[in-house]
């Protein structure tokens, strides 16, 4: 090829020639790139907004029905025998929903061998959290001992190693969003590099021309000139303006579901540990919930507290909460998140008076008031879920919107760049024959 350039190059329409050569398969190169970057860009938001995101949602919305469930499993056990028939329903309808948001979140994530081998054994360890409610259920109404222990057995199960399956699955939602956009930017820079390179092979061919014919301007060369700088330009703008709104909805949308999960999380595992405290009288277990209440609010949330939230104000009290609250940013999510701060401090509330009352008169508030705060916190939780989660889609959405018709712009102008460099360098070719 080189050899055949050279002996091209001898004569001034060879030298045209072996330009056009130059210059068509730079141009070439450059819609093959930006085709692979633009389909790359536009296959990773689509894999964003068809996979990622909605496996993080369904991921979180399985985590506040498994916490559902153990609320009313736990309820109904410590009714008595025969149990509460209304918590025992519950409970059955929360289990049914768990494992059919376990088959969804199984669909979406594809081929992820890693990801299925968690939701496996979370499959796993929720039949075997059932078998613990069934056998302590079981032994509750036969009068046999071990009730207490089978039930124990299964909240902690739940607080324990499902939660951390749970949470396995979130990083890796979110390991899957830094591959999408470390491979998407690379690509994007290698194609809109090659374009800016074929733009200053363009500016060369134009100066070879006008040096030998002494014409100052090709017109059809200036125009694949300007075509291929804005492919580059299209494909650049598309790449940042999809990760713009990636980031957006990584930091309004995404961030805020993993923190919200994160108080959900800790809510069942403060709730878990009263729960067993109660059942077995421990006072470690008792001082375990405190600690993980702490983290949630280092203080009484009060009605000035929830004022200062709904308002967009900071709150008085420190913890997780708090961060909730702070990172609301329009009416509905202030809203929401003072919603929250109510329903969960009328939990702690119903903790203490489950604390100060009698044996008998304790397990009946866990059973009514306990169940039924805990049930309005998790509540509460989903909804600051719900507004987090449309944040975090509406962002991907706006990713997918900003690469649209990215593929077409980045094949199509350069390959007409490439006809008008080819029509401009024949029409000096042309003029020595």
Avoid: C, K
């Amino acid at each position: 090829m080189t050899r055949r350039l050279r002996g091209l190059a001898a004569s001034t329409p060879g030298r045209y020639r072996a330009w056009s050569i130059v210059v068509v398969v730079t141009l070439l190169a450059t819609a093959v790139a930006g085709y692979v970057a633009a389909r790359q860009l536009a296959d990773a938001t689509d894999r964003l907004e068809a996979n990622t995101g909605p496996v993080l949602v369904a991921t979180q919305d399985l985590v506040a029905t498994l916490s559902e469930a153990d609320a009313a499993a736990t309820a109904a056990f410590l009714s008595g025998a025969p149990e509460d028939r209304e918590q025992r329903g519950v409970y059955e309808d929360a289990l049914d929903r768990a494992a059919r948001q376990l088959e969804e979140v199984s669909s979406l994530i594809g081929d992820d061998d890693t990801t299925h081998a968690v939701l496996a054994d979370i499959s796993v360890q929720l039949a075997r959290y059932a078998g613990l409610v069934e056998a302590a259920r079981a032994r509750n109404l036969d009068g046999t001992p071990g009730a207490e222990q089978d039930l124990v057995a299964a909240v902690e199960l739940l607080a324990g190693t499902i939660s951390e399956d749970a949470e396995s699955l979130t990083e890796a939602t979110d390991a899957r969003l830094d591959d999408d956009d470390a491979d998407r930017t690379l690509v994007v820079l290698i194609a809109v590099a090659l374009a800016l390179a074929a733009a200053v092979l363009l500016v060369g061919a134009h100066q070879e021309v006008a040096r030998r014919s002494r014409r100052r301007l090709n017109p059809a060369l200036l125009a694949a000139t300007v075509l291929v700088v804005a492919a580059a330009g299209l494909l650049l703008r598309g790449h940042l303006g999809a990760r713009a709104a990636i980031d957006d909805a990584r930091r309004d949308g995404y961030e805020s579901i993993a923190l919200t999960a994160e108080v959900q999380v800790l809510g069942q595992r403060a709730r878990a540990d009263e729960t067993v405290a109660l059942i077995v009288d421990d006072a470690g277990r008792r001082a375990a919930a405190d600690a993980r209440a702490a983290e949630l609010a280092d203080a009484e949330v009060t009605d000035e507290d929830v004022d200062l939230a709904r308002s967009g104000r900071d709150v008085t009290f420190g913890g997780l909460l708090a961060e909730v609250a702070q990172r609301a940013d329009d009416d509905r999510e202030r809203a929401a998140a003072a919603e929250l701060l109510t329903r969960w401090q009328r939990y702690v509330d119903t903790v203490d008076d489950l604390r100060a009352a009698g044996a008998d008169q304790a397990r009946a508030i866990a059973v009514a008031e306990g169940s039924s705060t805990f049930n309005g916190f998790n509540i509460s939780v989903e909804s600051v879920l719900g507004d987090n989660r449309a944040q975090f889609l509406d962002g991907l959405a706006d990713a997918e919107d900003r690469a649209a018709g990215l593929t077409a712009a980045a094949v199509l102008l350069p390959l007409i760049a490439g006809a008008a460099a080819l029509g401009g360098l024949q029409l000096r070719i042309n003029e020595y024959r």
